[in-house]
């Protein structure tokens, strides 16, 4: 109680400054999926705290490179400078993401990945002598809280209260889909039509480039799309002259099924951020990689072509261990079939959701991508619907789960070491919650 208090006499928290917001709840330590309280209650973490333990909570080996690397180099300042962590590093991501991008550029968060891939995508066209200073992005979108990063933003619920006076930005509908829409391909042509009527009416002010979350949006309510999709908007962008960047900050490292969405799209994008499960979501680190050709255009005799970013903690050495140990236990523990099994346990409990004329009318769009598994819950009564999301989250927190709803949008996202019962006492509550709020 103590704890609650001083926390309450003092801190800040992201998003929960509703009046009736419970208080925080004081967690010790935490192991796997498992979350456990000052007073020694268990909480099963199935968002893998905001979408960043890949691997779960505390993994040895990642808390074993961390403690070694801090004693030996804790941080140096990255102009001018270099060390072993943030080579291996950029190495070994550069393998693993192929497809020629290879240069890396480390800064803090997935915020941040995305401020420095607009700025790489601004300034390249700059520096090549044709100024672009427009930019595309989806409706729906999220990609952080920084002004950049909110200005490419789609979900205006996260941004509202402020001006978006900085990036001149042009919004496409993003296409989404769901298990048997029968209107996939209406709701493609549509996305694609509409960036046709926008690159038509804004020929004299021609777009640097276009960022997506490729195969799922987030935080603007799981929405996904289809591989398809994302091949035509690549060759049209291309053909435009449009850089494309794929915000990979939530589906990268496993999150669909592949280490990265891309890898199952048939596209790759000349820019991907990076951040989250980098680490094995131990420490805030994120990575903006590119194509070597637009690393090329920054080589110059001016010091006014290079890139004008640089964070106080750009390659910090204990991040980058952190994530070099992380990416080698994909390996080491074929993470992989991790998420394959993960899914398919997903695709058998959603299957009550998808099969038959809307079996559970209230359950609506079930949609599972790799790890990732949702539902939005819809409800024909306005008022009622407006209640449903806060009596989901008591529901959870009740059952000591941290499942947390999106809005009206229920999601599973577990660590890839959760166990199948694990999963199940998850899914058994998202039954038991539906058939309570169809009662
Ligand atoms: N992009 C995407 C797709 C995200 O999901 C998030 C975080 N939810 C961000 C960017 C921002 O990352 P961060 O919160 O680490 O700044």
């Given at each position: 109680?103590d704890?609650?208090?001083?926390?309450?006499?003092?801190?800040?928290?992201?998003?929960?400054?509703?009046?009736?917001?419970?208080?925080?709840?004081?967690?010790?330590?935490?192991?796997?999926?498992?979350?456990?309280?000052?007073?020694?209650?268990?909480i099963?973490?199935?968002?893998?705290?905001?979408?960043?333990?890949a691997?779960?909570?505390?993994?040895?080996?990642?808390?074993?490179?961390?403690?070694?690397?801090?004693?030996?180099?804790?941080?140096?300042?990255?102009?001018?400078?270099?060390?072993?962590?943030?080579?291996?590093?950029?190495?070994?991501?550069?393998?693993?993401?192929?497809?020629?991008?290879?240069?890396?550029?480390?800064?803090?968060?997935?915020?941040?990945?995305?401020?420095?891939?607009?700025?790489?995508?601004?300034?390249?066209?700059?520096?090549q002598?044709?100024?672009?200073?427009?930019?595309?992005?989806?409706?729906?979108?999220?990609?952080?809280?920084?002004?950049?990063?909110?200005?490419?933003?789609?979900?205006?619920?996260?941004?509202?209260?402020?001006?978006?006076?900085?990036?001149?930005?042009?919004?496409?509908?993003?296409?989404?889909?769901?298990?048997?829409?029968?209107?996939?391909?209406?709701?493609?042509?549509?996305?694609?039509?509409?960036?046709?009527?926008?690159?038509?009416?804004?020929?004299?002010?021609?777009?640097?480039?276009?960022?997506?979350?490729?195969?799922?949006?987030?935080a603007?309510?799981?929405?996904?799309?289809?591989p398809?999709?994302?091949?035509?908007?690549?060759?049209?962008?291309?053909?435009?002259?449009?850089?494309?960047?794929?915000?990979?900050?939530?589906?990268?490292?496993?999150?669909?099924g592949?280490?990265?969405a891309?890898?199952?799209?048939?596209?790759?994008?000349?820019?991907?951020?990076?951040?989250?499960?980098?680490?094995?979501?131990?420490?805030?680190?994120?990575?903006?990689?590119?194509?070597?050709?637009?690393?090329?255009?920054?080589?110059?005799?001016?010091f006014?072509?290079?890139?004008?970013?640089g964070?106080?903690?750009t390659?910090?050495?204990?991040?980058?261990?952190?994530a070099?140990?992380?990416?080698?236990?994909?390996?080491?523990?074929?993470t992989?079939?991790?998420?394959?099994?993960?899914?398919?346990?997903?695709?058998?409990?959603?299957?009550?959701y998808?099969?038959?004329?809307?079996?559970?009318?209230?359950?609506?769009?079930?949609?599972?991508?790799?790890?990732?598994?949702?539902?939005?819950?819809?409800?024909?009564?306005?008022?009622y619907?407006?209640?449903?999301?806060?009596?989901?989250?008591?529901?959870?927190?009740?059952?000591?789960?941290?499942?947390?709803?999106?809005?009206?949008?229920?999601?599973?996202?577990?660590?890839y070491?959760?166990?199948?019962?694990?999963?199940?006492?998850?899914w058994?509550?998202?039954?038991?919650?539906?058939?309570?709020?169809?009662?």
């Amino acid at each position: 109680r103590d704890l609650i208090d001083s926390d309450r006499r003092c801190l800040w928290h992201p998003y929960t400054q509703e009046k009736t917001a419970p208080d925080p709840i004081p967690i010790a330590s935490a192991r796997d999926a498992t979350l456990t309280t000052v007073d020694g209650r268990e909480i099963l973490d199935l968002i893998s705290s905001w979408w960043v333990t890949a691997h779960g909570h505390g993994h040895p080996v990642i808390a074993e490179a961390i403690a070694q690397q801090a004693r030996t180099l804790e941080q140096v300042i990255f102009a001018g400078f270099t060390h072993q962590p943030a080579v291996d590093l950029a190495q070994q991501l550069g393998a693993a993401l192929g497809h020629g991008l290879t240069r890396v550029f480390f800064s803090d968060d997935g915020s941040t990945a995305v401020e420095v891939a607009l700025k790489m995508a601004l300034h390249a066209h700059q520096n090549q002598g044709q100024p672009r200073p427009r930019l595309l992005a989806f409706e729906g979108g999220y990609h952080g809280d920084t002004w950049g990063a909110m200005s490419v933003g789609g979900s205006s619920g996260y941004f509202e209260p402020y001006l978006r006076n900085g990036l001149d930005v042009a919004f496409i509908p993003y296409p989404h889909t769901w298990m048997g829409d029968p209107f996939v391909e209406e709701k493609e042509a549509l996305s694609l039509l509409q960036l046709e009527e926008i690159l038509l009416h804004n020929a004299q002010t021609p777009f640097a480039a276009c960022v997506i979350e490729p195969l799922i949006q987030g935080a603007g309510g799981m929405r996904v799309c289809r591989p398809e999709f994302l091949q035509r908007l690549a060759k049209r962008l291309k053909e435009a002259g449009i850089l494309l960047i794929f915000d990979e900050v939530m589906t990268g490292f496993g999150r669909t099924g592949s280490l990265f969405a891309f890898q199952q799209c048939g596209v790759t994008p000349d820019i991907i951020c990076l951040s989250k499960g980098l680490t094995g979501g131990f420490l805030p680190l994120s990575a903006t990689v590119c194509q070597q050709s637009l690393y090329e255009a920054f080589l110059g005799d001016s010091f006014n072509q290079a890139l004008a970013h640089g964070h106080s903690f750009t390659a910090n050495p204990i991040g980058c261990a952190a994530a070099v140990a992380s990416l080698q236990l994909f390996e080491q523990e074929n993470t992989l079939s991790k998420v394959s099994d993960i899914s398919s346990l997903h695709q058998s409990r959603m299957r009550r959701y998808a099969t038959g004329k809307r079996p559970h009318p209230i359950a609506q769009r079930p949609r599972v991508v790799g790890s990732m598994a949702a539902l939005d819950i819809v409800a024909e009564d306005a008022g009622y619907q407006a209640e449903i999301g806060d009596r989901m989250k008591r529901f959870f927190r009740e059952k000591d789960l941290l499942i947390r709803p999106l809005g009206n949008t229920l999601y599973l996202l577990p660590p890839y070491c959760v166990t199948p019962e694990q999963l199940h006492r998850g899914w058994d509550a998202i039954d038991e919650l539906i058939e309570q709020l169809e009662a």
